[in-house]
């Protein structure tokens, strides 16, 4: 079992940033990929951004390429996700979850074992 929470969600106004973090803990040996994903109200979840186990392979949907950065930290078990020029249509609950054996694959929600409950982020015009 792997238990993540996410934190730093908030209120930001367009133009702002936000740094998001989730922690992992429980069977945290086991975990090999990661990734954040957001669902807004009325939309399925989507996929923002996925990282390798050891960070050097990065994955972006295309909304955000160039804006956010993925990046993890395996000493401290957490993945973070550096939010800059919010928009508005970034509004979303974001999730982070994690794979516990290699899939190569980031993108969809199938590939994943664990999930955190999520955190709001909300931008204002």
């Known amino acids: 079992q792997v238990q993540l929470v996410e934190s730093g969600g908030g209120l930001v106004q367009a133009g702002g940033s936000l740094r998001l973090s989730c922690a992992a803990s429980?069977?945290?040996?086991?975990?090999?990929?990661m990734g954040w994903f957001r669902q807004a109200p009325g939309k399925e979840r989507g996929f923002v951004a996925g990282?390798?186990?050891?960070?050097?392979?990065?994955f972006y949907a295309d909304s955000v390429k160039g804006r956010f950065t993925i990046s993890r930290d395996n000493a401290k078990n957490t993945v973070y996700l550096q939010m800059n020029s919010l928009k508005p249509e970034d509004t979303a609950v974001y999730s982070c979850?994690?794979?516990?054996?290699?899939?190569?694959?980031?993108?969809?929600?199938?590939?994943?074992?664990?999930w955190g409950q999520g955190t709001q982020v909300t931008v204002s015009s």
């Open positions: 990282i390798s186990r050891g960070g050097g392979n990065t």
């Open positions: 429980g069977r945290t040996g086991s975990i090999y990929g």
């Open positions: 979850a994690v794979q516990t054996d290699y899939r190569g694959i980031y993108r969809s929600t199938n590939n994943y074992d664990y």
